[in-house]
């Protein structure tokens, strides 16, 4: 149940203390068929408990002659069974059965790859050639930093030769073989040595030119309105051999060459200190959506393979609140009774660095037309708008009176603000006139009766009425309270009015007395 075509069967004899024959056997599928004699040595223990043998396949036929160096044969496993004579019991009883071997007429050649910087990807194909078979080659293809391909091969030296890398981005840089040579030229190969049942492995580097670039912005942040930002772009060699900047492009600003300080071409050796370069930007963004731009520098190195790398700096822009600034004068401030119109100046001044909408306009009297007409207006930054309204102010008093406005910006932020105007009308003092008369002027002695007649008169200004509230007689006293007196309090005089009543009194005396009194009127405005 083990057997398989091509597997061999090998018979040791002993006799007495000697091994006396070995012969092979080769399984075709169907029968054994003895192979050529071939060498053997071995011997047994004085007791012929223990024998061993050592067979040298190759001469029995086992392992033929190769063709190429790829005719790999190997023997894994052995079923032996030991007896003494051919009786059957003594076979069960020696019986020891199924084993592992190791054994081939070959060893084992890999190759390896290695890229610097490390994890990069080819494909990178290689050819292995052999001195002792002219005509034969092989191919290999290691996809990646770290891939491996092996090859089963007969002893002898080998050649292993990379293709050009360049088309997969690289370049070479050298052999190096644990059993064999190492080399730098690409075209030569390098020489590997494979032994019997060894291994050799090469290792093929390549190098690849790498560079890293960082950009920076410095503010960060910028109110939307703007403001300068300066954005630094640092570009360093990480790789393994010396290049040159040829490129510095960014997607918002365009070629960096010449702007700022900013220049390229650039050096760039392996292991300095790098290219650093700033530029400054003006910035604004009344969306408040933030700018995000992306650098790429490109370097090559000396066989033209280029190297590039990105990166981006992003400014954020915060909302800036609008202000306005409301002031309200008045002219004239003053007046004396009986008042007079004053005229009120609304004046608004945008305050913020950006637009604002005029959303509300509110006084304490009525606003005329051309104040109104400023709602929905929009005031630029430092723009300044104003308009006029007049009041009537009659009576005395002080007349405070505050005017407020509203503004929205384009992000509905709202703001306002408000003032006042004082206007006062002074009092004045009521001014009366008093025209008293009297018929007779004159009496015959002893006397009689004479009528007074009293005139009041309103001088007062023009808005001011006057309630008399007193008229006395300084000789008959009051003169509401003579009898038969026309005179009725308190009486309300219009300014330019007057006001008239008599009274009559019995005036009595000699001849040459004379009498003389005086009304006086009192009132209050």
Known sequence: QYRSAGDVLLEFNYGGQALTEVRAWIWDGSVWNLATPGAYEGSASTNNLFFEAAVNLTSFGIFPPATSPDECLDLANILAI???????????????????????????????????????????SFVVTSADFPTWSTTGVLAADGSTQSFDLLPGSYTVVEDDPFASGWNFSGYSCTSGDSGTVRSDGVVADVVLNGSATCTITNVQPAISVVKTADPTSLPETGGSVTFTFEVANTGPEDVELVSLVDDIFGNLHNQGDCSVPQSLPVGGLGYSCSITAFLQQDALTSHTNTVTATAEDDAGLVAQDSDDAIVTFTDVLPTVDL????????????????????????????????????????????????????????????????????????????????????????????????????????????????????????????????????????????????????????????????????QSIVPGGSYTCQFTAEITGNAGFSETDTVTASGTD
Do not use: R, W
């Open 327 to 490: 002031t309200k004068s008045v002219a004239p401030a003053a007046h004396t009774e009986p008042g007079g119109i004053s005229t009120f100046t609304l004046t608004i001044e945008n305050t913020s660095p950006e637009d604002v909408t005029i959303t509300a306009l509110t006084d304490d009297y009525p606003l005329s037309t051309e104040c109104t007409d400023l709602i929905g207006d929009v005031l630029t930054p430092g723009q300044i708008v104003t308009c006029d309204y007049t009041a009537s102010f009659t009576n005395a008093g002080t007349y405070d009176n505050t005017a407020a406005v509203s503004v929205v910006d384009n992000e509905g932020n709202s703001a306002g603000d408000a003032d006042s105007a004082q206007v006062i009308v002074t009092n004045v003092d009521p001014v009366l006139a008093v025209d008293k008369t009297v018929a007779p002027g004159s009496l015959d002695e002893p006397g009689g009766t004479a009528t007074f007649t009293v005139v009041v008169y309103n001088n007062s200004n023009p808005a001011d009425p006057v309630t008399i509230t007193s008229l006395m007689d300084d000789v008959h006293g009051d003169t509401t309270a003579i009898a038969g007196s026309t005179c009725v309090l308190p």
């Open 82 to 124: 030991g007896k003494v004579g051919n009786g059957l019991p003594a076979a069960l009883k020696d019986y020891t059965g199924p084993g592992g071997i190791a054994i081939s007429n070959c060893g084992t050649l890999t190759v390896e790859k290695d890229t610097v910087p490390v994890s990069g990807a080819g494909p990178f």
